[in-house]
């Protein structure tokens, strides 16, 4: 069976990085050789290194990086090549994709790599917008498969790079193993966050722009208007303090507990809705997560991933990006619809089991044969 050598700059609570946990472990039962190569795990960087199975070797650099330049950490990945002889080298997360690109095409190792967001989104954010595209597209072009996370991304990645060598695979997840955790971990979810009768809404993920938090926030204060309703976010990041601020503005900030980077499985299966408010993704494992649940969900119809997940009054509401109005509307009406918001869990969690782990690793287990 192939050696396949993942290579990341971390192994935070990320979703691209839960996905590569899961993904190195299904292939590992199957009997793939499987390492990591981690150039940070300082703190928290490293947290996910716990779920990796234990057959599975971490390998880490000889000096201790925060962020690798280009040629250090390509060198640092060609002497790890050299040590542990992958057939495959396969990176997720674009700050170690040149890097693994480079060291794979010096030994003339087969090289895979990963998409999981929008590049028109991403892009438009840089600064040198058209040395980035090169770049990029340079680095996709030198792998010999890109693999994206959802059909919709896969497309724009063809049309924006100008790539042939793109393939889609759905994200999946353990189902059994997330109902397990969020019942074990329950003791750990603080019970004040579910005083008295109001409903409680869950949002998971990094508190990034790209997650739309502010606007979930607005929203949130509409629907305190004619309903009480409280939100637990679930996620550590740099907009912490500014979302604090916002909620503090809105006079809502009794109404919002943020708890940080950990796992969210117990605080999903304590609350009543799931809501998604990013404006890009690329298939969102937070959403795959709360349909598993059978949480009743409303997420923001945005590039890419929600609408291949959900079926819109079927499993899920859909509402545009960034309108926290839409947004509220669709919270609102699950909070008064006892029977909608029952019968979109089941549906959820029905759909969920299109995007299991089992799946996803036998998709991925095809490229790495066939590579």
């Known amino acids: 069976m192939k050696r396949i050598l993942f290579a990341t700059n971390n192994m935070t609570l990320g979703g691209t990085e839960k996905r590569m946990v899961e993904l190195a472990n299904g292939l590992c039962e199957k009997g793939f050789k499987i390492a990591f190569f981690i150039f940070n795990t300082r703190e928290r960087m490293g947290w996910r290194m716990k779920d990796l199975r234990p057959e599975i070797e971490v390998i880490l650099p000889c000096r201790d ?31 170690t994709k040149a890097m693994a690109t480079i060291a794979g095409r010096i030994l003339g190792i087969r090289v895979v790599l990963g998409i999981s967001n929008s590049p028109v989104c991403e892009i438009s954010r840089k600064k040198h917008k058209f040395l980035n595209v090169l770049y990029r597209k340079i680095v996709y072009k030198l792998a010999h498969v890109v693999i994206a996370v959802s059909e919709g991304l896969a497309e724009e990645s063809k049309k924006f790079y100008r790539l042939s060598n793109v393939r889609a695979i759905h994200s999946g997840v353990d189902i059994e193993d997330i109902k397990r955790r969020s019942r074990s971990d329950g003791k750990s979810v603080p019970h004040e966050y579910f005083r008295g009768s109001s409903p409680v809404l869950v949002a998971t993920g990094s508190l990034h722009p790209q997650k739309g938090h502010k606007y979930m926030l607005e929203a949130l204060s509409i629907v305190n208007a004619s309903a009480d309703a409280r939100l637990i976010i679930v ?10 601020r916002k909620a503090k503005l809105l006079k809502i900030d009794d109404k919002v507990s943020m708890v940080g980077q950990r796992e969210p499985y117990a605080y999903m299966a304590c609350c009543d809705i799931f809501v998604h408010s990013s404006i890009y993704e690329g298939l969102p494992m937070a959403l795959i997560e709360a349909m598993s649940l059978g949480l009743p969900i409303v997420s923001t119809r945005c590039n890419h991933g929600p609408a291949e997940l959900i079926t819109d ?28 918001r029952s019968d979109l869990g089941d549906g959820a969690e ?20 066939d590579v």
């Not at 640092?76 to 002889?85: N, Q, S, Y």
């Not at 996620?235 to 604090?244: K, P």
């Open 65 to 95: 990086y925060v962020k690798p330049s280009i040629l250090a950490g390509s060198w640092e990945i060609i002497k790890t090549i050299w040590k542990w002889k992958p057939d495959v080298i396969y990176s997720a997360l674009w700050n």
């Open 235 to 244: 996620g550590g990041g740099l907009l912490e303090d500014e979302l604090r």
């Open 313 to 340: 009054g079927e499993s899920g509401l859909l509402v545009p990006v960034a309108d926290p109005e839409k947004l509220a509307s669709g919270i609102l009406r699950l909070i008064s619809d006892k029977k909608l």
């Open 350 to 369: 029905k759909r969920s089991r299109l995007f299991t782990r089992d799946r996803m690793v036998s998709d991925y287990e095809r490229v790495f044969m």
